[in-house]
């Protein structure tokens, strides 16, 4: 029965991204048509660096790649085998793509092909778009790829503490910065054993290793009865070998940030609401965030890629309650700022921490937004459907780089469709962001 609805699952997505496919053809083939009108009357930049970027599934390492080569940089693209299909790699702004073996499987293997890129494209720097796993043997590969350019990534050690949400929350309260009260788990029994009665709070369950599906269970602890509780923690996978964080849930405006630093420099900055699954981002002032990133990055002199979660309570206070060692998403929100590479690239301090243009409109993933009108119930909930579309811009489509827009839709994601039809596997959503199938156990 479920192979069945798997299978019409597939097939419907399919069908609709088949219906889709003349539209958007069209749009992108105006939009080229456009480009090669005016490409006698636009200027081009001479090339500077070499510049590896990973991550080519994802929307955020097609905007790097736009942005790096907006100031003249080449750019040369990766991905692991599985996603050799990238839609990304269709883009004006990459130079070249290659695919690399999935670190987690084969470590050796991953290292040693980055090393072979780097010398074969003479690459100046490395900017890695990490995937939650392979941000680690990113830092693995620091040492050895430094031997040939620049690693902008953290050291081993930095990776392993920022990923690890206890770690990490350790360090935050270390120096002096709000962090939810946390407790290391190992055993489903401490849970059940957890004296509930003298906290003000409720708790949350969240795997210490990324898990694209149980990250979003935000099942409260405790439940109403202790038999319930004790019901749900031993349904999860906790162990000594995995083991889990339970953090005291803060009521509040959930936000996320990203930043890009050098030396424990605040070079770019931008911050943004959020939810558990987060395909909308538009810029907003919070000078609490601010200063409390800045303080972070300055105490462990950082350089890399960096984002956070937080939570502002009812009376102001902000609470980072994870962080990530990599690119956001929310980097989209720099599609039209002409700063990026110096950001990243540059080794002089920069005069002001870059943020988001004035002019720059809120992000979105049209085909995410078109599949919440299937959920409108009202009025006002249409309404706000709406002025998102004519507020926002879609995060992937570029009038001077269309193609990617159709390759990621019509490529990508449906030959990902299309193998998980010819295994007869389930999917639990599409994420047109990150480009691939969220599935149990999945990557």
């Keep these: 029965m479920v192979t069945i609805l798997t299978t019409f699952q597939t097939l419907g997505t ?4 088949l219906i889709a496919l003349p539209f958007n053809a069209l749009i992108v083939l105006t939009s080229l048509l456009w480009s090669l009108v005016k490409s006698p009357f636009t200027q081009k930049k001479v090339q500077q660096q070499t510049i590896l970027v990973s991550g080519a599934k994802m929307t955020k390492a097609l905007q790097l790649a736009r942005c790096f080569h907006a100031d003249g940089h080449r750019v040369i693209l990766i991905e692991t085998h599985k996603y050799w299909l990238s839609g990304h790699r269709f883009s004006r702004s990459v130079s070249a793509f290659y695919t690399v073996p999935a670190p987690q499987s084969d ?8 090393v072979e890129i780097v010398r074969k494209e003479q690459v100046d720097v490395y900017v890695p778009v990490c995937s939650p796993v392979a941000s680690y043997y990113d830092s693995l590969a620091k040492p050895i790829l430094s031997e040939y350019c620049e690693v902008f990534h953290f050291d081993a050690d930095i990776t392993k503490m920022l990923d690890d ?5 350790q360090q935050a309260r270390k120096l002096g910065l709000s962090v939810p009260k946390s407790f290391k788990i190992t055993d489903p029994q401490q849970v059940i054993n957890f004296d509930f009665s003298q906290e003000t709070r409720k708790y949350i369950l969240k795997n210490l290793a990324y898990d694209s599906v149980r990250r979003l269970n935000l099942t409260k602890l405790p439940c109403e009865t202790p038999e319930e509780t004790a019901a749900f923690v031993n349904s999860l996978p906790i162990s000594s070998e995995n083991p889990w964080i339970m953090q005291e849930f803060i009521p509040g405006k959930e936000l996320c940030t990203h930043s890009t630093v050098r030396d424990g420099e605040l070079r770019l900055h931008c911050c943004s609401h959020s939810s558990a699954f987060q395909i909308n981002y538009e810029n907003v002032e919070n000078s609490q965030i601010r200063e409390w990133v800045q303080h972070f990055v300055k105490s462990l002199a950082l350089t890399g890629q960096v984002s956070f979660d937080f939570i502002q309570a009812e009376d102001g206070t902000v609470y980072a309650i994870e962080c990530n060692p990599r690119t956001h998403s929310a980097i989209t929100m720099f599609y039209n700022h002409p700063g990026v590479a110096q950001a990243y690239l540059g080794k002089t301090p920069l005069p002001t921490v870059l943020e988001p243009l004035a002019t720059s409109k809120p992000t979105y993933w049209i085909y995410h937004e078109i599949w919440r009108l299937t959920g409108i119930r009202s009025w006002k909930q249409l309404q706000t459907s709406v002025n998102t579309l004519l507020k926002g811009t879609d995060a992937i489509f570029c009038f001077d780089d269309p193609v990617p ?25 599409i994420d047109f962001n990150i480009g691939k199938l969220v599935e149990l156990g999945g990557d």
Excluded: E, M, R, S
């Excluded at 470590?107 to 980055?114: E, F, N, V």
């Excluded at 949400?165 to 929350?169: E, I, L, S």
């Design 14 to 17: 399919l069908v609709l991204l």
């Design 405 to 429: 827009f159709l390759t990621l839709h019509h490529w990508q994601i449906t030959l990902l469709l299309l193998k998980n039809l010819q295994q007869l596997k389930g999917w639990v959503k």
């Design 165 to 169: 949400k206890f770690a990490f929350t």
């Design 107 to 114: 470590p050796d293997g991953y290292i040693q092909a980055l």
